[in-house]
Structures are given as C-alpha cells and as structure tokens.
C-alpha cells in the first residue's frame, strides 16, 4: 500500500508540472558515477555528474552513519564545484562554488525500499563581465532539494545480482535576495528506471524528466533526459579484516 501511495505522489508531482505550459523542450545525456567509502562510522561520499552542453560537478563530503537500524540515517557535509556551460563564446564556463549537506535516511521491507533525502546548497556563482573578462561578480544563493525514491527488487537479498525497478521525484527550491520574490522553485526531476545491483556495484538507465524555472521570471525549459548512473561500495573495514 505504501508503495503505491508513493509512486501515485510521484505521478501526481509528474503530470501537474509537466501540464504548465513550457518555452522551450530540450535533450540530452546525463552520465553520473557516486562511489561510498565506506570506513566503520564514517565514509568518504564523492560524485561526479557530466551532461554534455550543460554543465559538469564534481562533489565530495565526509559521511556519518547514525545507530538506527531502522532507517539507517546518514548526515554528509562536503564541497562540490559545478561548470556550467556558457551561451556567450567568450566564456567556457561559469563556475560555482557549493558547499552541501544532506541527510539520507531509508527503509527497507522484503524487496523495497524507500529512500528519503534533504540536501541543502550553499551557491556561489561566478559571473564574468562579457566585457571585461578579469571582471566578475559573485552571485549567492542557497537552495534546498528534496528527493523522494521508490525502489522494486526483482530478487530477494539472497542473489547475488538482483535487477530492479525504481522511481523518484524530488523539488528543488532556491531562495535568497536575488531569487524572484526570495524564493522560488528551481526544478522539478521525475525519474524513471530500471537496473542491476551487483555486491556492491550498481548500473542504472533511466528516463528523467526535468522541468527548470528561471530564476527572475517565468521561463521554463523541459529536459528529457537519457540518464546512466553507476554506483560504488567500497568496504575499506571489511577488507583490512580480511
């Protein structure tokens, strides 16, 4: 019952943002790979994200691991820096400064699992004069994202490969003065997917649609998005055991 209650909140979220009327439909690839090393407590978390013609980040943070079984919770600050691809020939990329946190916590019964996130992002974008290029600006604003996911295991915990289904939605919201009205949706993603979990490797394809609001005025893109993500476990405890 639980799961569908989710996936129907999931596509409530899907259809409602995807019905407002958009300027512009875009699309393109999205390649990630997250890797967790994992040591006792603590873990190393380190992604990096690359979409072609959009932007590229590369994200680290140091992980803590909470004593409760049930929804195993994980607190994660850290730094990322974003490239963000330039309409204006003269400059690559603008980059931004983010430091992050985020708090993971997830609940697994027989072959589910819910997954829930609250991550928080503290921008600082780079704004180069066009005129001027030694010039530049630093535009701050923070944003707060929150990610809902669904996943079906098509094995039980027994196999050694288990493929899967899963869904996700998550709201990111900017706020901050030069945000319209101090605070403002930023994107809406909705993900679609299926993958194979191996040990502790994990390949994923999906479908993500993403819906981007400018941040000044009503302007809208609509992304649909090739997705491919791939994930790593590294167990550095277990392996000193051994």
């Not at 967790?36 to 992980?63: C, Q, Y």
């Not at 010039?135 to 996911?149: C, F």
């Not at 899967?164 to 993900?191: C, M, P, Y």
């Not at 394809?205 to 000044?216: C, E, F, T």
């Amino acid at each position: 019952m639980r799961a569908k209650l989710i996936i129907l909140i999931c596509l409530i979220q899907f259809f409602k943002a995807t019905s407002q009327e958009s300027i512009e439909d875009k699309s393109e690839v999205w390649l990630g790979v997250i890797t967790e090393m994992e040591l006792g407590k603590f873990s190393i978390w380190n992604d990096a994200h690359f979409v072609p013609g959009d932007f590229t980040i590369v994200r680290t943070g140091l992980t803590y691991k909470f004593a409760i079984k049930k929804w195993q919770p994980k607190l994660t600050l850290g730094y990322a820096h974003l490239w963000l691809h330039s309409n204006n020939p003269q400059i690559n990329f603008i980059h931004e400064n983010r430091p992050w946190g985020q708090l993971v916590w997830s609940n697994n019964f027989g072959n589910q699992s819910i997954l829930q996130r609250i991550r928080f992002d503290n921008r600082f974008k780079k704004i180069v004069d066009p005129n001027d290029l030694e010039q530049y600006t630093i535009s701050h604003n923070y944003r707060l994202r929150y990610l809902l996911q669904y996943k079906y295991y098509l094995k039980s915990k027994q196999a050694s490969t288990r493929p899967f289904l899963a869904t996700s939605s998550e709201a990111l919201v900017n706020f901050g003065t030069n945000i319209k009205d101090n605070v403002r949706i930023d994107q809406l993603r909705f993900l679609l997917a299926a993958g194979i979990k191996k040990h502790n490797s994990t390949i994923q394809l999906g479908y993500l649609n993403r819906i981007k609001l400018d941040a000044k005025n009503d302007s809208k893109i609509i992304y649909h998005t090739l997705m491919v993500l791939y994930f790593q476990t590294i167990d550095f405890k277990n392996q000193h055991k051994k």
